[in-house]
């Protein structure tokens, strides 16, 4: 017997909750902390107040955390990418890999959730279209119905919008799950200051310490804007890197063709009609 409804919401689930994991915040970030959740664990207990410009290379850990937050809630939008290549990402618990382009309309991406497959997803204002490759159709549901989806939805969207049961956890594929406020990260502890440095081709200031018992390093540029510009954190099955860049680049906006897609209310039945 098919438990199609159920396996439509388990892989939706899986795609937004990954997504949201890969840019932060929410119950998403809770799910899969080795990620980019890392931005509100490094500004954790900072809130908005005056904006002052870099030289931030001289200044105190917490005037650090303070300008890089400052920085991050003026942005338009920023691209974000990681690689985890410990136990727990390549078993499929977190993301392994991604790449997202966010801005304050949505998302435009790839997600890798280690021996789970991979992802496509856009998501514009309230529609979002995911594109799961046929490793994450086999994995996440019975394998008849894995089978059967991978073959009739090879290279095919799903689409739906945000008020659909499915992809209400869509609102965490943007700018704006980066710019939230950072009251319920976990804390970022024993933080100290390094010597500046260069990360990905980029001069910045890193800050050290801990995060759930996890060595983390945080880099914050010291030319220009002192935006957050990447960093790691190691331990606990965890060893990830993942950067920030193109900041206020305008992100791809082009979405899915209808015949690239099919809809969330039909494909209960095609999905049984491959079957």
Known sequence: MFRTRKRIAKVAAITVTAAGALVGGGAAAQAAPATTHAILLLISGYSSGGNGGNGIADKSPKEIRHQAYQALLGAKSVRVTLKDTGSEAQ???????????????????????????????????????????????????????????????????????????IFKKAYVCSIKALQKSPGTARPFTDVKKGTETTFNGMKAIPLTGKVDGKAATYYVATQGKPYLIGGTQ??????????????????????????????????????QGAS
């Open 91 to 165: 078993k499929g618990n977190g993301a392994s890999a991604g790449d997202l382009s966010l801005d304050q309309a949505g998302c435009t991406g790839s997600v890798a959730m280690g021996t789970q497959g991979s992802f496509q997803i856009v998501r514009r204002g309230t529609e979002v279209w995911m594109k799961p490759d046929a490793t994450f159709w086999r994995t996440t549901g019975p394998s008849s119905e894995g089978t059967a989806g991978a073959e009739r939805f090879k290279n095919r969207y799903i689409h739906g919008t945000t008020s659909d049961a």
């Open 234 to 271: 190691k331990g606990n099955g965890t060893d990830l890197t993942f950067t920030l860049s193109d900041y206020d680049k305008p992100i791809p906006s082009a979405t899915p063709s209808a015949n690239e897609s099919v809809e969330v209310s039909q494909l209960e039945s095609q999905l």
